[in-house]
T-cell receptor, first 114, second 114 residues
Framework: GAVVSQHPSWVICKSGTSVKIECRSL??????MFWYRQFPKQSLMLMAT?????????EQGVEKDKFLINHASLTLSTLTVTSAHPEDSSFYIC??????????FGPGTRLTVL | AQSVTQLGSHVSVSEGALVLLRCNYS??????LFWYVQYPNQGLQLLLK??????LVKGINGFEAEFKKSETSFHLTKPSAHMSDAAEYFC????????????FGQGTTLQVKP
């Protein structure tokens, strides 16, 4: 069964609203969470890295005030897209990292901003 | 710094034919290399990975890849394509075997014709 879940799997919102995406590691505790973004028919780009209980580290070009990441527990991380605009429409995928080698990505969340 | 180049954004083969997806990398440190498969609107599934040791790596679904340091390549092969192999394939590089911080190639769409 799936060891990483994301919710929602698909969301459509109006421009200007905020959307929260949850990523849960089901069978293990994730000390670190990676968030990726994938534009249509493109590759995955790392957005940010978060460690449980500390602030996230954002990749160059990613606005930290727009993409709020909270890693409040070892099994849950959230990504909030604030004041979403059509250009934020993308596939968002999380990847938890545990102490042992894991290679599980979340199933992804498709965000469409109208 | 690390980067990945996948030669050919679209590859088409006949069912039963050899599958060859090309990946070249650049890395200033010993690379860890990965191949992932992505089906539409789904997350990524690990096919295989190279860390250290044997340069020929066998993965799931009959896929294998060979690490060639002299050619900075990590091409993915499968002797006989199946219709279910049609998907998007991503090559990725990392500086560690256990990390979510991956640099992805642009992806290759594999089409399998009956």
């Amino acid at each position: 069964g799936a060891v990483v879940s994301q919710h929602p799997s698909w969301v459509i919102c109006k421009s200007g609203t905020s959307v929260k995406i949850e990523c849960r590691s089901l069978d293990f505790q994730a000390t670190t969470m990676f968030w990726y973004r994938q534009f249509p028919k493109q590759s995955l780009m790392l957005m940010a890295t978060s460690n449980e209980g500390s602030k996230a580290t954002y990749e160059q070009g990613v606005e930290k005030d727009k993409f709020l990441i909270n890693h409040a527990s070892l099994t849950l991380s959230t990504l909030t897209v604030t004041s979403a605009h059509p250009e934020d429409s993308s596939f968002y995928i999380c990847k938890p990292l545990a102490d042992t080698d894991t290679q599980y990505f979340g199933p992804g969340t498709r965000l469409t901003v109208l | 710094a690390q980067s990945v180049t996948q030669l050919g954004s679209h590859v088409s083969v006949s069912e039963g034919a050899l599958v060859l997806l090309r990946c070249n990398y650049s890395s200033s440190v010993p690379p860890y290399l990965f191949w992932y498969v992505q089906y539409p609107n789904q997350g990524l599934q690990l096919l295989l990975k190279y860390t250290t040791g044997a340069t020929l790596v066998k993965g799931i679904n009959g896929f294998e890849a060979e690490f060639k340091k002299s050619e900075t390549s990590f091409h993915l092969t499968k002797p006989s394509a199946h219709m279910s192999d049609a998907a998007e394939y991503f090559c990725a590089v990392s500086g560690s075997s256990n990390t979510g911080k991956l640099i992805f190639g642009q992806g290759t769409t594999l089409q399998v014709k009956p």
